[in-house]
């Protein structure tokens, strides 16, 4: 050892011991590691590809400074369909993931390990139900308890709440979806609703071709069938589309008393030309862009929440985090042949 190394003072040589002793700490894996200037990444993964909705989602998403967004989406909405997008994601270093889940629990391992790496994992308009621990924060377009409820009362106050109805649904492991059906089936248990019944549930995966397959069998299997709810987009346009080729809805030509009742949730867009037509008298969503908005607004500004907690969005208002960290998006609105023009999306 060189003899200089001895003169040091006291003061020097603790410096020496304390850096050398630092660097054998442990390391953690804290994430992608952000370079100065550069923009957080985010990602929106949808259900699938080709859903109206789902475009109206990423504009909330879009409309946002200081974001590096992009959106990937599987072909199918299939329960694991997603899991190779987001490890895909991962590996790219993004900084948070926005997912529509397919599935409440197929998921949880590859979120868990983008959780571990530091990825903010947040959940948009559909939640891993029963399995929230595997996320940050879930983002849905309003209370879900409310949506079954409205549905069962916009198609019985159609049909003078009496007869015959189905349900057209997305996939069988869509948790938003059975999340609303057991709230519709808990719903028929009031009194109000006792002339009411549901005689059969199809699923048509978010797929128009399917979804329209689906609503031609239930005509053809129910002919006492006085309504139809489909809370899907894409199941509720396909079914507008095959009542208008039938004529069974109520006016049409080749109705049968008052005629089948179509409702349910999509964007006024893909239903305006039925709801004007006749085929389709009201429906319900809410604005799906507030949920992109949100949820940028929680990633970009890396908020830690928790139930109980409040926090402000420019131009959007004050939220309030509910059990489970989720945060309601707005309201459910009524469409009809008197409103539908004054929304584009």
Not at 132 to 151: C, M, W, Y
Not at 210 to 230: C, D, V, W
Not at 323 to 334: I, R
Request: aromatic share 6%.
């Amino acid at each position: 050892m060189p003899l200089n190394f001895y003169r040091l003072t006291p003061v020097v040589l603790a410096l020496i011991v304390s850096f050398g002793c630092s660097s054998t700490e442990p390391q953690t894996d804290s994430g992608p590691t952000p370079v100065a200037g550069a923009k957080m990444k985010l990602v929106f993964i949808p259900k699938s590809t080709g859903n109206p909705y789902f475009n109206q989602v990423a504009k909330g998403f879009e409309g946002a400074s200081g974001i590096e967004f992009s959106s990937q989406a599987p072909a199918t909405a299939d329960a694991t369909s997603q899991l190779a997008i987001i490890k895909e994601q991962v590996q790219r270093g993004v900084n948070a993931i926005a997912l529509s889940a397919n599935s409440p629990d197929a998921l949880n391992e590859a979120l868990d390990q983008a959780k571990a790496k530091g990825v903010m994992v947040l959940t948009v308009d559909s939640d891993l139900t029963g399995n929230e621990s595997h996320r940050d924060v879930g983002i849905l377009p309003t209370n879900f308890k409310k949506i079954g409820p409205a549905q069962i009362e916009l198609l019985g106050s159609q049909i003078g709440y009496e007869g015959e109805f189905a349900i057209l649904s997305a996939t069988t492991d869509a948790p938003n979806q059975n999340a609303w059906i057991e709230t519709m089936k808990t719903e028929l248990k009031n009194p109000k609703y006792a002339k009411m019944k549901l005689v059969e549930i199809v699923y048509g995966d978010d797929e128009p071709q399917k979804s329209s397959t689906e609503a031609e069998a239930l005509l053809t299997k129910h002919p006492k069938l006085r309504g139809i709810i489909s809370p899907t987009s894409v199941g509720l346009a396909a079914a507008a589309q095959v009542l208008d080729n039938s004529g069974l809805y109520p006016g049409g030509a080749k109705a049968t008393g008052q005629g089948i009742v179509l409702t349910g949730l999509s964007t006024p867009n893909q239903m305006k030309k039925f709801v004007e037509k006749g085929v389709v008298a009201s429906f319900q969503l809410w604005d799906p862009a507030d949920m992109g908005v949100i949820a940028t607004h929680i990633a970009s500004n890396k908020l830690t929440l928790k139930p109980g907690d409040s926090f402000e969005v420019p131009g959007k208002g004050k939220f309030t985090v509910e059990e489970n960290n989720v945060v309601y998006a707005g309201q459910l609105l009524t469409f009809n042949k008197e409103n539908i023009g004054k929304y584009d999306f």
